[in-house]
């Protein structure tokens, strides 16, 4: 087999149970259908720093939200990376503990206009300064765990097939203590507007 088909074996193999996991799940079956027109594109490998960060985390566990994790973490060497904001926006140390990829969506691995789901890598003791978008957003924790903080609700502790929601606009930061965290975050509506840095003094 060359390199190319046993990397489309990874990313179908990822598709297939996160797809299984939509089915189980009512929070994201609500939140948008899961898309049945899902083509798998050519997409560049950039890797970041935090690429290897999660290539190497393994989850010990043999749940189904423990078998995506590793099927992700596989995927990691093979999949586009982004930073999604300059040093103007955020600090280099940010940069280095933090990153995405977008498996699924409008550019992503797996292309569709109905929705866009991010792999988000969040490093340990790590600061994701309040940002806000037009794209109603859900996060479902995969594993690890953060503190959610939203304008108008109470923060929460988030870990391992957790969700929450943002509104159209909503502002949000996300804090990690002693552990890191790996999340889907699901787009809907109005998802070609990128994600923003906000200043807390004006929301
Ligand atoms: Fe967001």
Do not use: C
């Amino acid at each position: 087999m060359t390199s190319m088909n046993n990397n489309e074996e990874l990313f179908n193999q990822a598709k297939n149970e996160i797809e299984k996991l939509w089915s189980d799940n009512k929070k994201l079956s609500d939140f948008v259908n899961w898309p049945n027109d899902l083509i798998l594109k050519e997409k560049n490998t950039h890797k970041i720093n935090v690429a290897d960060k999660l290539s190497t985390w393994k989850s010990p566990n043999d749940n189904q939200v423990d078998k995506i994790h590793n099927l992700i973490s596989n995927l990691s060497p093979h999949v586009h990376w982004e930073n999604g904001y300059s040093e103007n926006e955020v600090n280099r140390e940010f940069l280095n503990k933090y990153g995405f990829f977008e498996l699924i969506g409008p550019t992503g691995h797996f292309l569709t206009l109905e929705m866009a789901l991010y792999v988000n890598f969040l490093d340990n003791n790590t600061h994701y300064p309040l940002h806000n978008h037009e794209a109603e957003e859900l996060y479902f924790i995969v594993s690890g765990e953060a503190k959610f903080e939203s304008e108008d609700e109470e923060s929460k502790i988030l870990k391992s097939t957790d969700t929450r929601f943002h509104k159209s606009y909503q502002a949000h930061s996300i804090t990690t203590f002693d552990k890191k965290i790996l999340s889907f975050v699901i787009w809907k509506n109005k998802f070609e507007n990128v994600s923003k840095i906000v200043d807390p003094n004006n929301i």
